[in-house]
């Protein structure tokens, strides 16, 4: 329903507009420099020019009448649960670094957390649940993410795992088990056991992209995987073009272009990328 603009709806219109601009000069930078495929730089080029033209005319005509934008999942803020923010990466970090990911005992700011009531009294609901509805993949889901967000990585793992069980063909449960998969296999000393994560996560990943081609984040792990894991350059290279088609200005949309730009620029003397 259109609406007047109010001050803080045309401050909000303005910002999103000068977003979209410089995304497109950043576009055509990312063209020239051969970051980006034809059928993408299309893809993403018609989707900011459109939106940019509907932020125009809404700060012009004072009346905001864009396309309410797609309902945002509760996967997709998964990742940033608890003001989990990823830093900006380059394509030689690992998978935890590219996912703000902690390691154990530590919060979302890096600290130790405190002893929480609230807290435990939250996973005991959560764990109440989970024991009511052992089959129900969601609350195993929101469980999981409770956990890692508290820094128990491994019992986030055994939660995901569970949910992959009882539904076997959940997008979300499968690129997230893929996903923790692989950041616990940086954090075990044994090579094969290493290994074995690694392969596994892919896997996971794999089957997540078949579950739902359109679930981006996937996407972007599948990506790092394949990069991080396997020194698949060109299917990674796929893979994060793939993501910022689904979600041009995800939460991982700086890492993705990041990643691409690194990936694709030659080491110095060499043809390839640097391990």
């Given at each position: ?27 055509e930078?990312?063209?020239?420099a051969?970051?980006?495929?034809a059928?993408?730089?299309t893809?993403?080029?018609?989707d ?7 932020t125009?005319?809404a700060?012009?005509?004072?009346i905001?009448?864009?396309p ?34 902690r ?46 967000e ?10 995901l795992?569970e949910a ?17 998969r ?17 392969a ?26 394949l ?9 990674a ?10 979600a ?14 690194q990936?694709?620029?030659?080491a ?8």
């Amino acid at each position: 329903m259109s609406t007047k603009l109010d001050p803080e709806e045309r401050q909000e219109l303005e910002q999103e507009r000068d977003f979209l601009l410089k995304s497109l000069d950043d576009l055509e930078g990312e063209r020239s420099a051969g970051n980006i495929d034809a059928e993408s730089y299309t893809e993403l080029h018609d989707d900011y020019t459109a939106r940019a033209a509907a932020t125009i005319r809404a700060l012009r005509d004072g009346i905001d009448a864009r396309p309410a934008p797609p309902p945002s999942s509760w996967r997709r803020r998964g990742l940033v649960i608890g003001g989990i923010v990823a830093l900006a990466v380059l394509a030689s970090v690992t998978l935890a670094a590219a996912l703000g990911a902690r390691l154990p005992g530590q919060t979302s700011s890096g600290n130790a957390p405190a002893a929480s009531t609230s807290r435990d009294g939250r996973q005991a609901r959560l764990q109440a649940a989970v024991d009511a509805n052992p089959n129900d993949a969601t609350v195993r889901l929101a469980l999981a993410r409770f956990l890692e967000e508290s820094g128990d990585m491994v019992g986030s793992l055994k939660q995901l795992d569970e949910a992959v069980r009882v539904a076997p063909e959940n997008a979300d449960a499968l690129a997230d088990a893929g996903r923790v998969r692989f950041i616990v296999a940086g954090q075990v000393p044994s090579p094969d056991a290493q290994r074995q994560l690694v392969a596994s996560a892919r896997s996971l990943l794999d089957r997540a992209v078949q579950a739902n081609p359109d679930h981006a984040d996937a996407h972007f792990y599948r990506a790092v995987v394949l990069l991080e894991g396997f020194n698949e350059v060109d299917a990674a290279v796929s893979e994060f073009q793939r993501y910022l088609v689904l979600a041009p200005d995800g939460p991982f949309a700086t890492q993705a272009r990041n990643a691409l730009a690194q990936t694709l620029e030659p080491a110095p003397g060499s043809g390839t990328v640097p391990p």
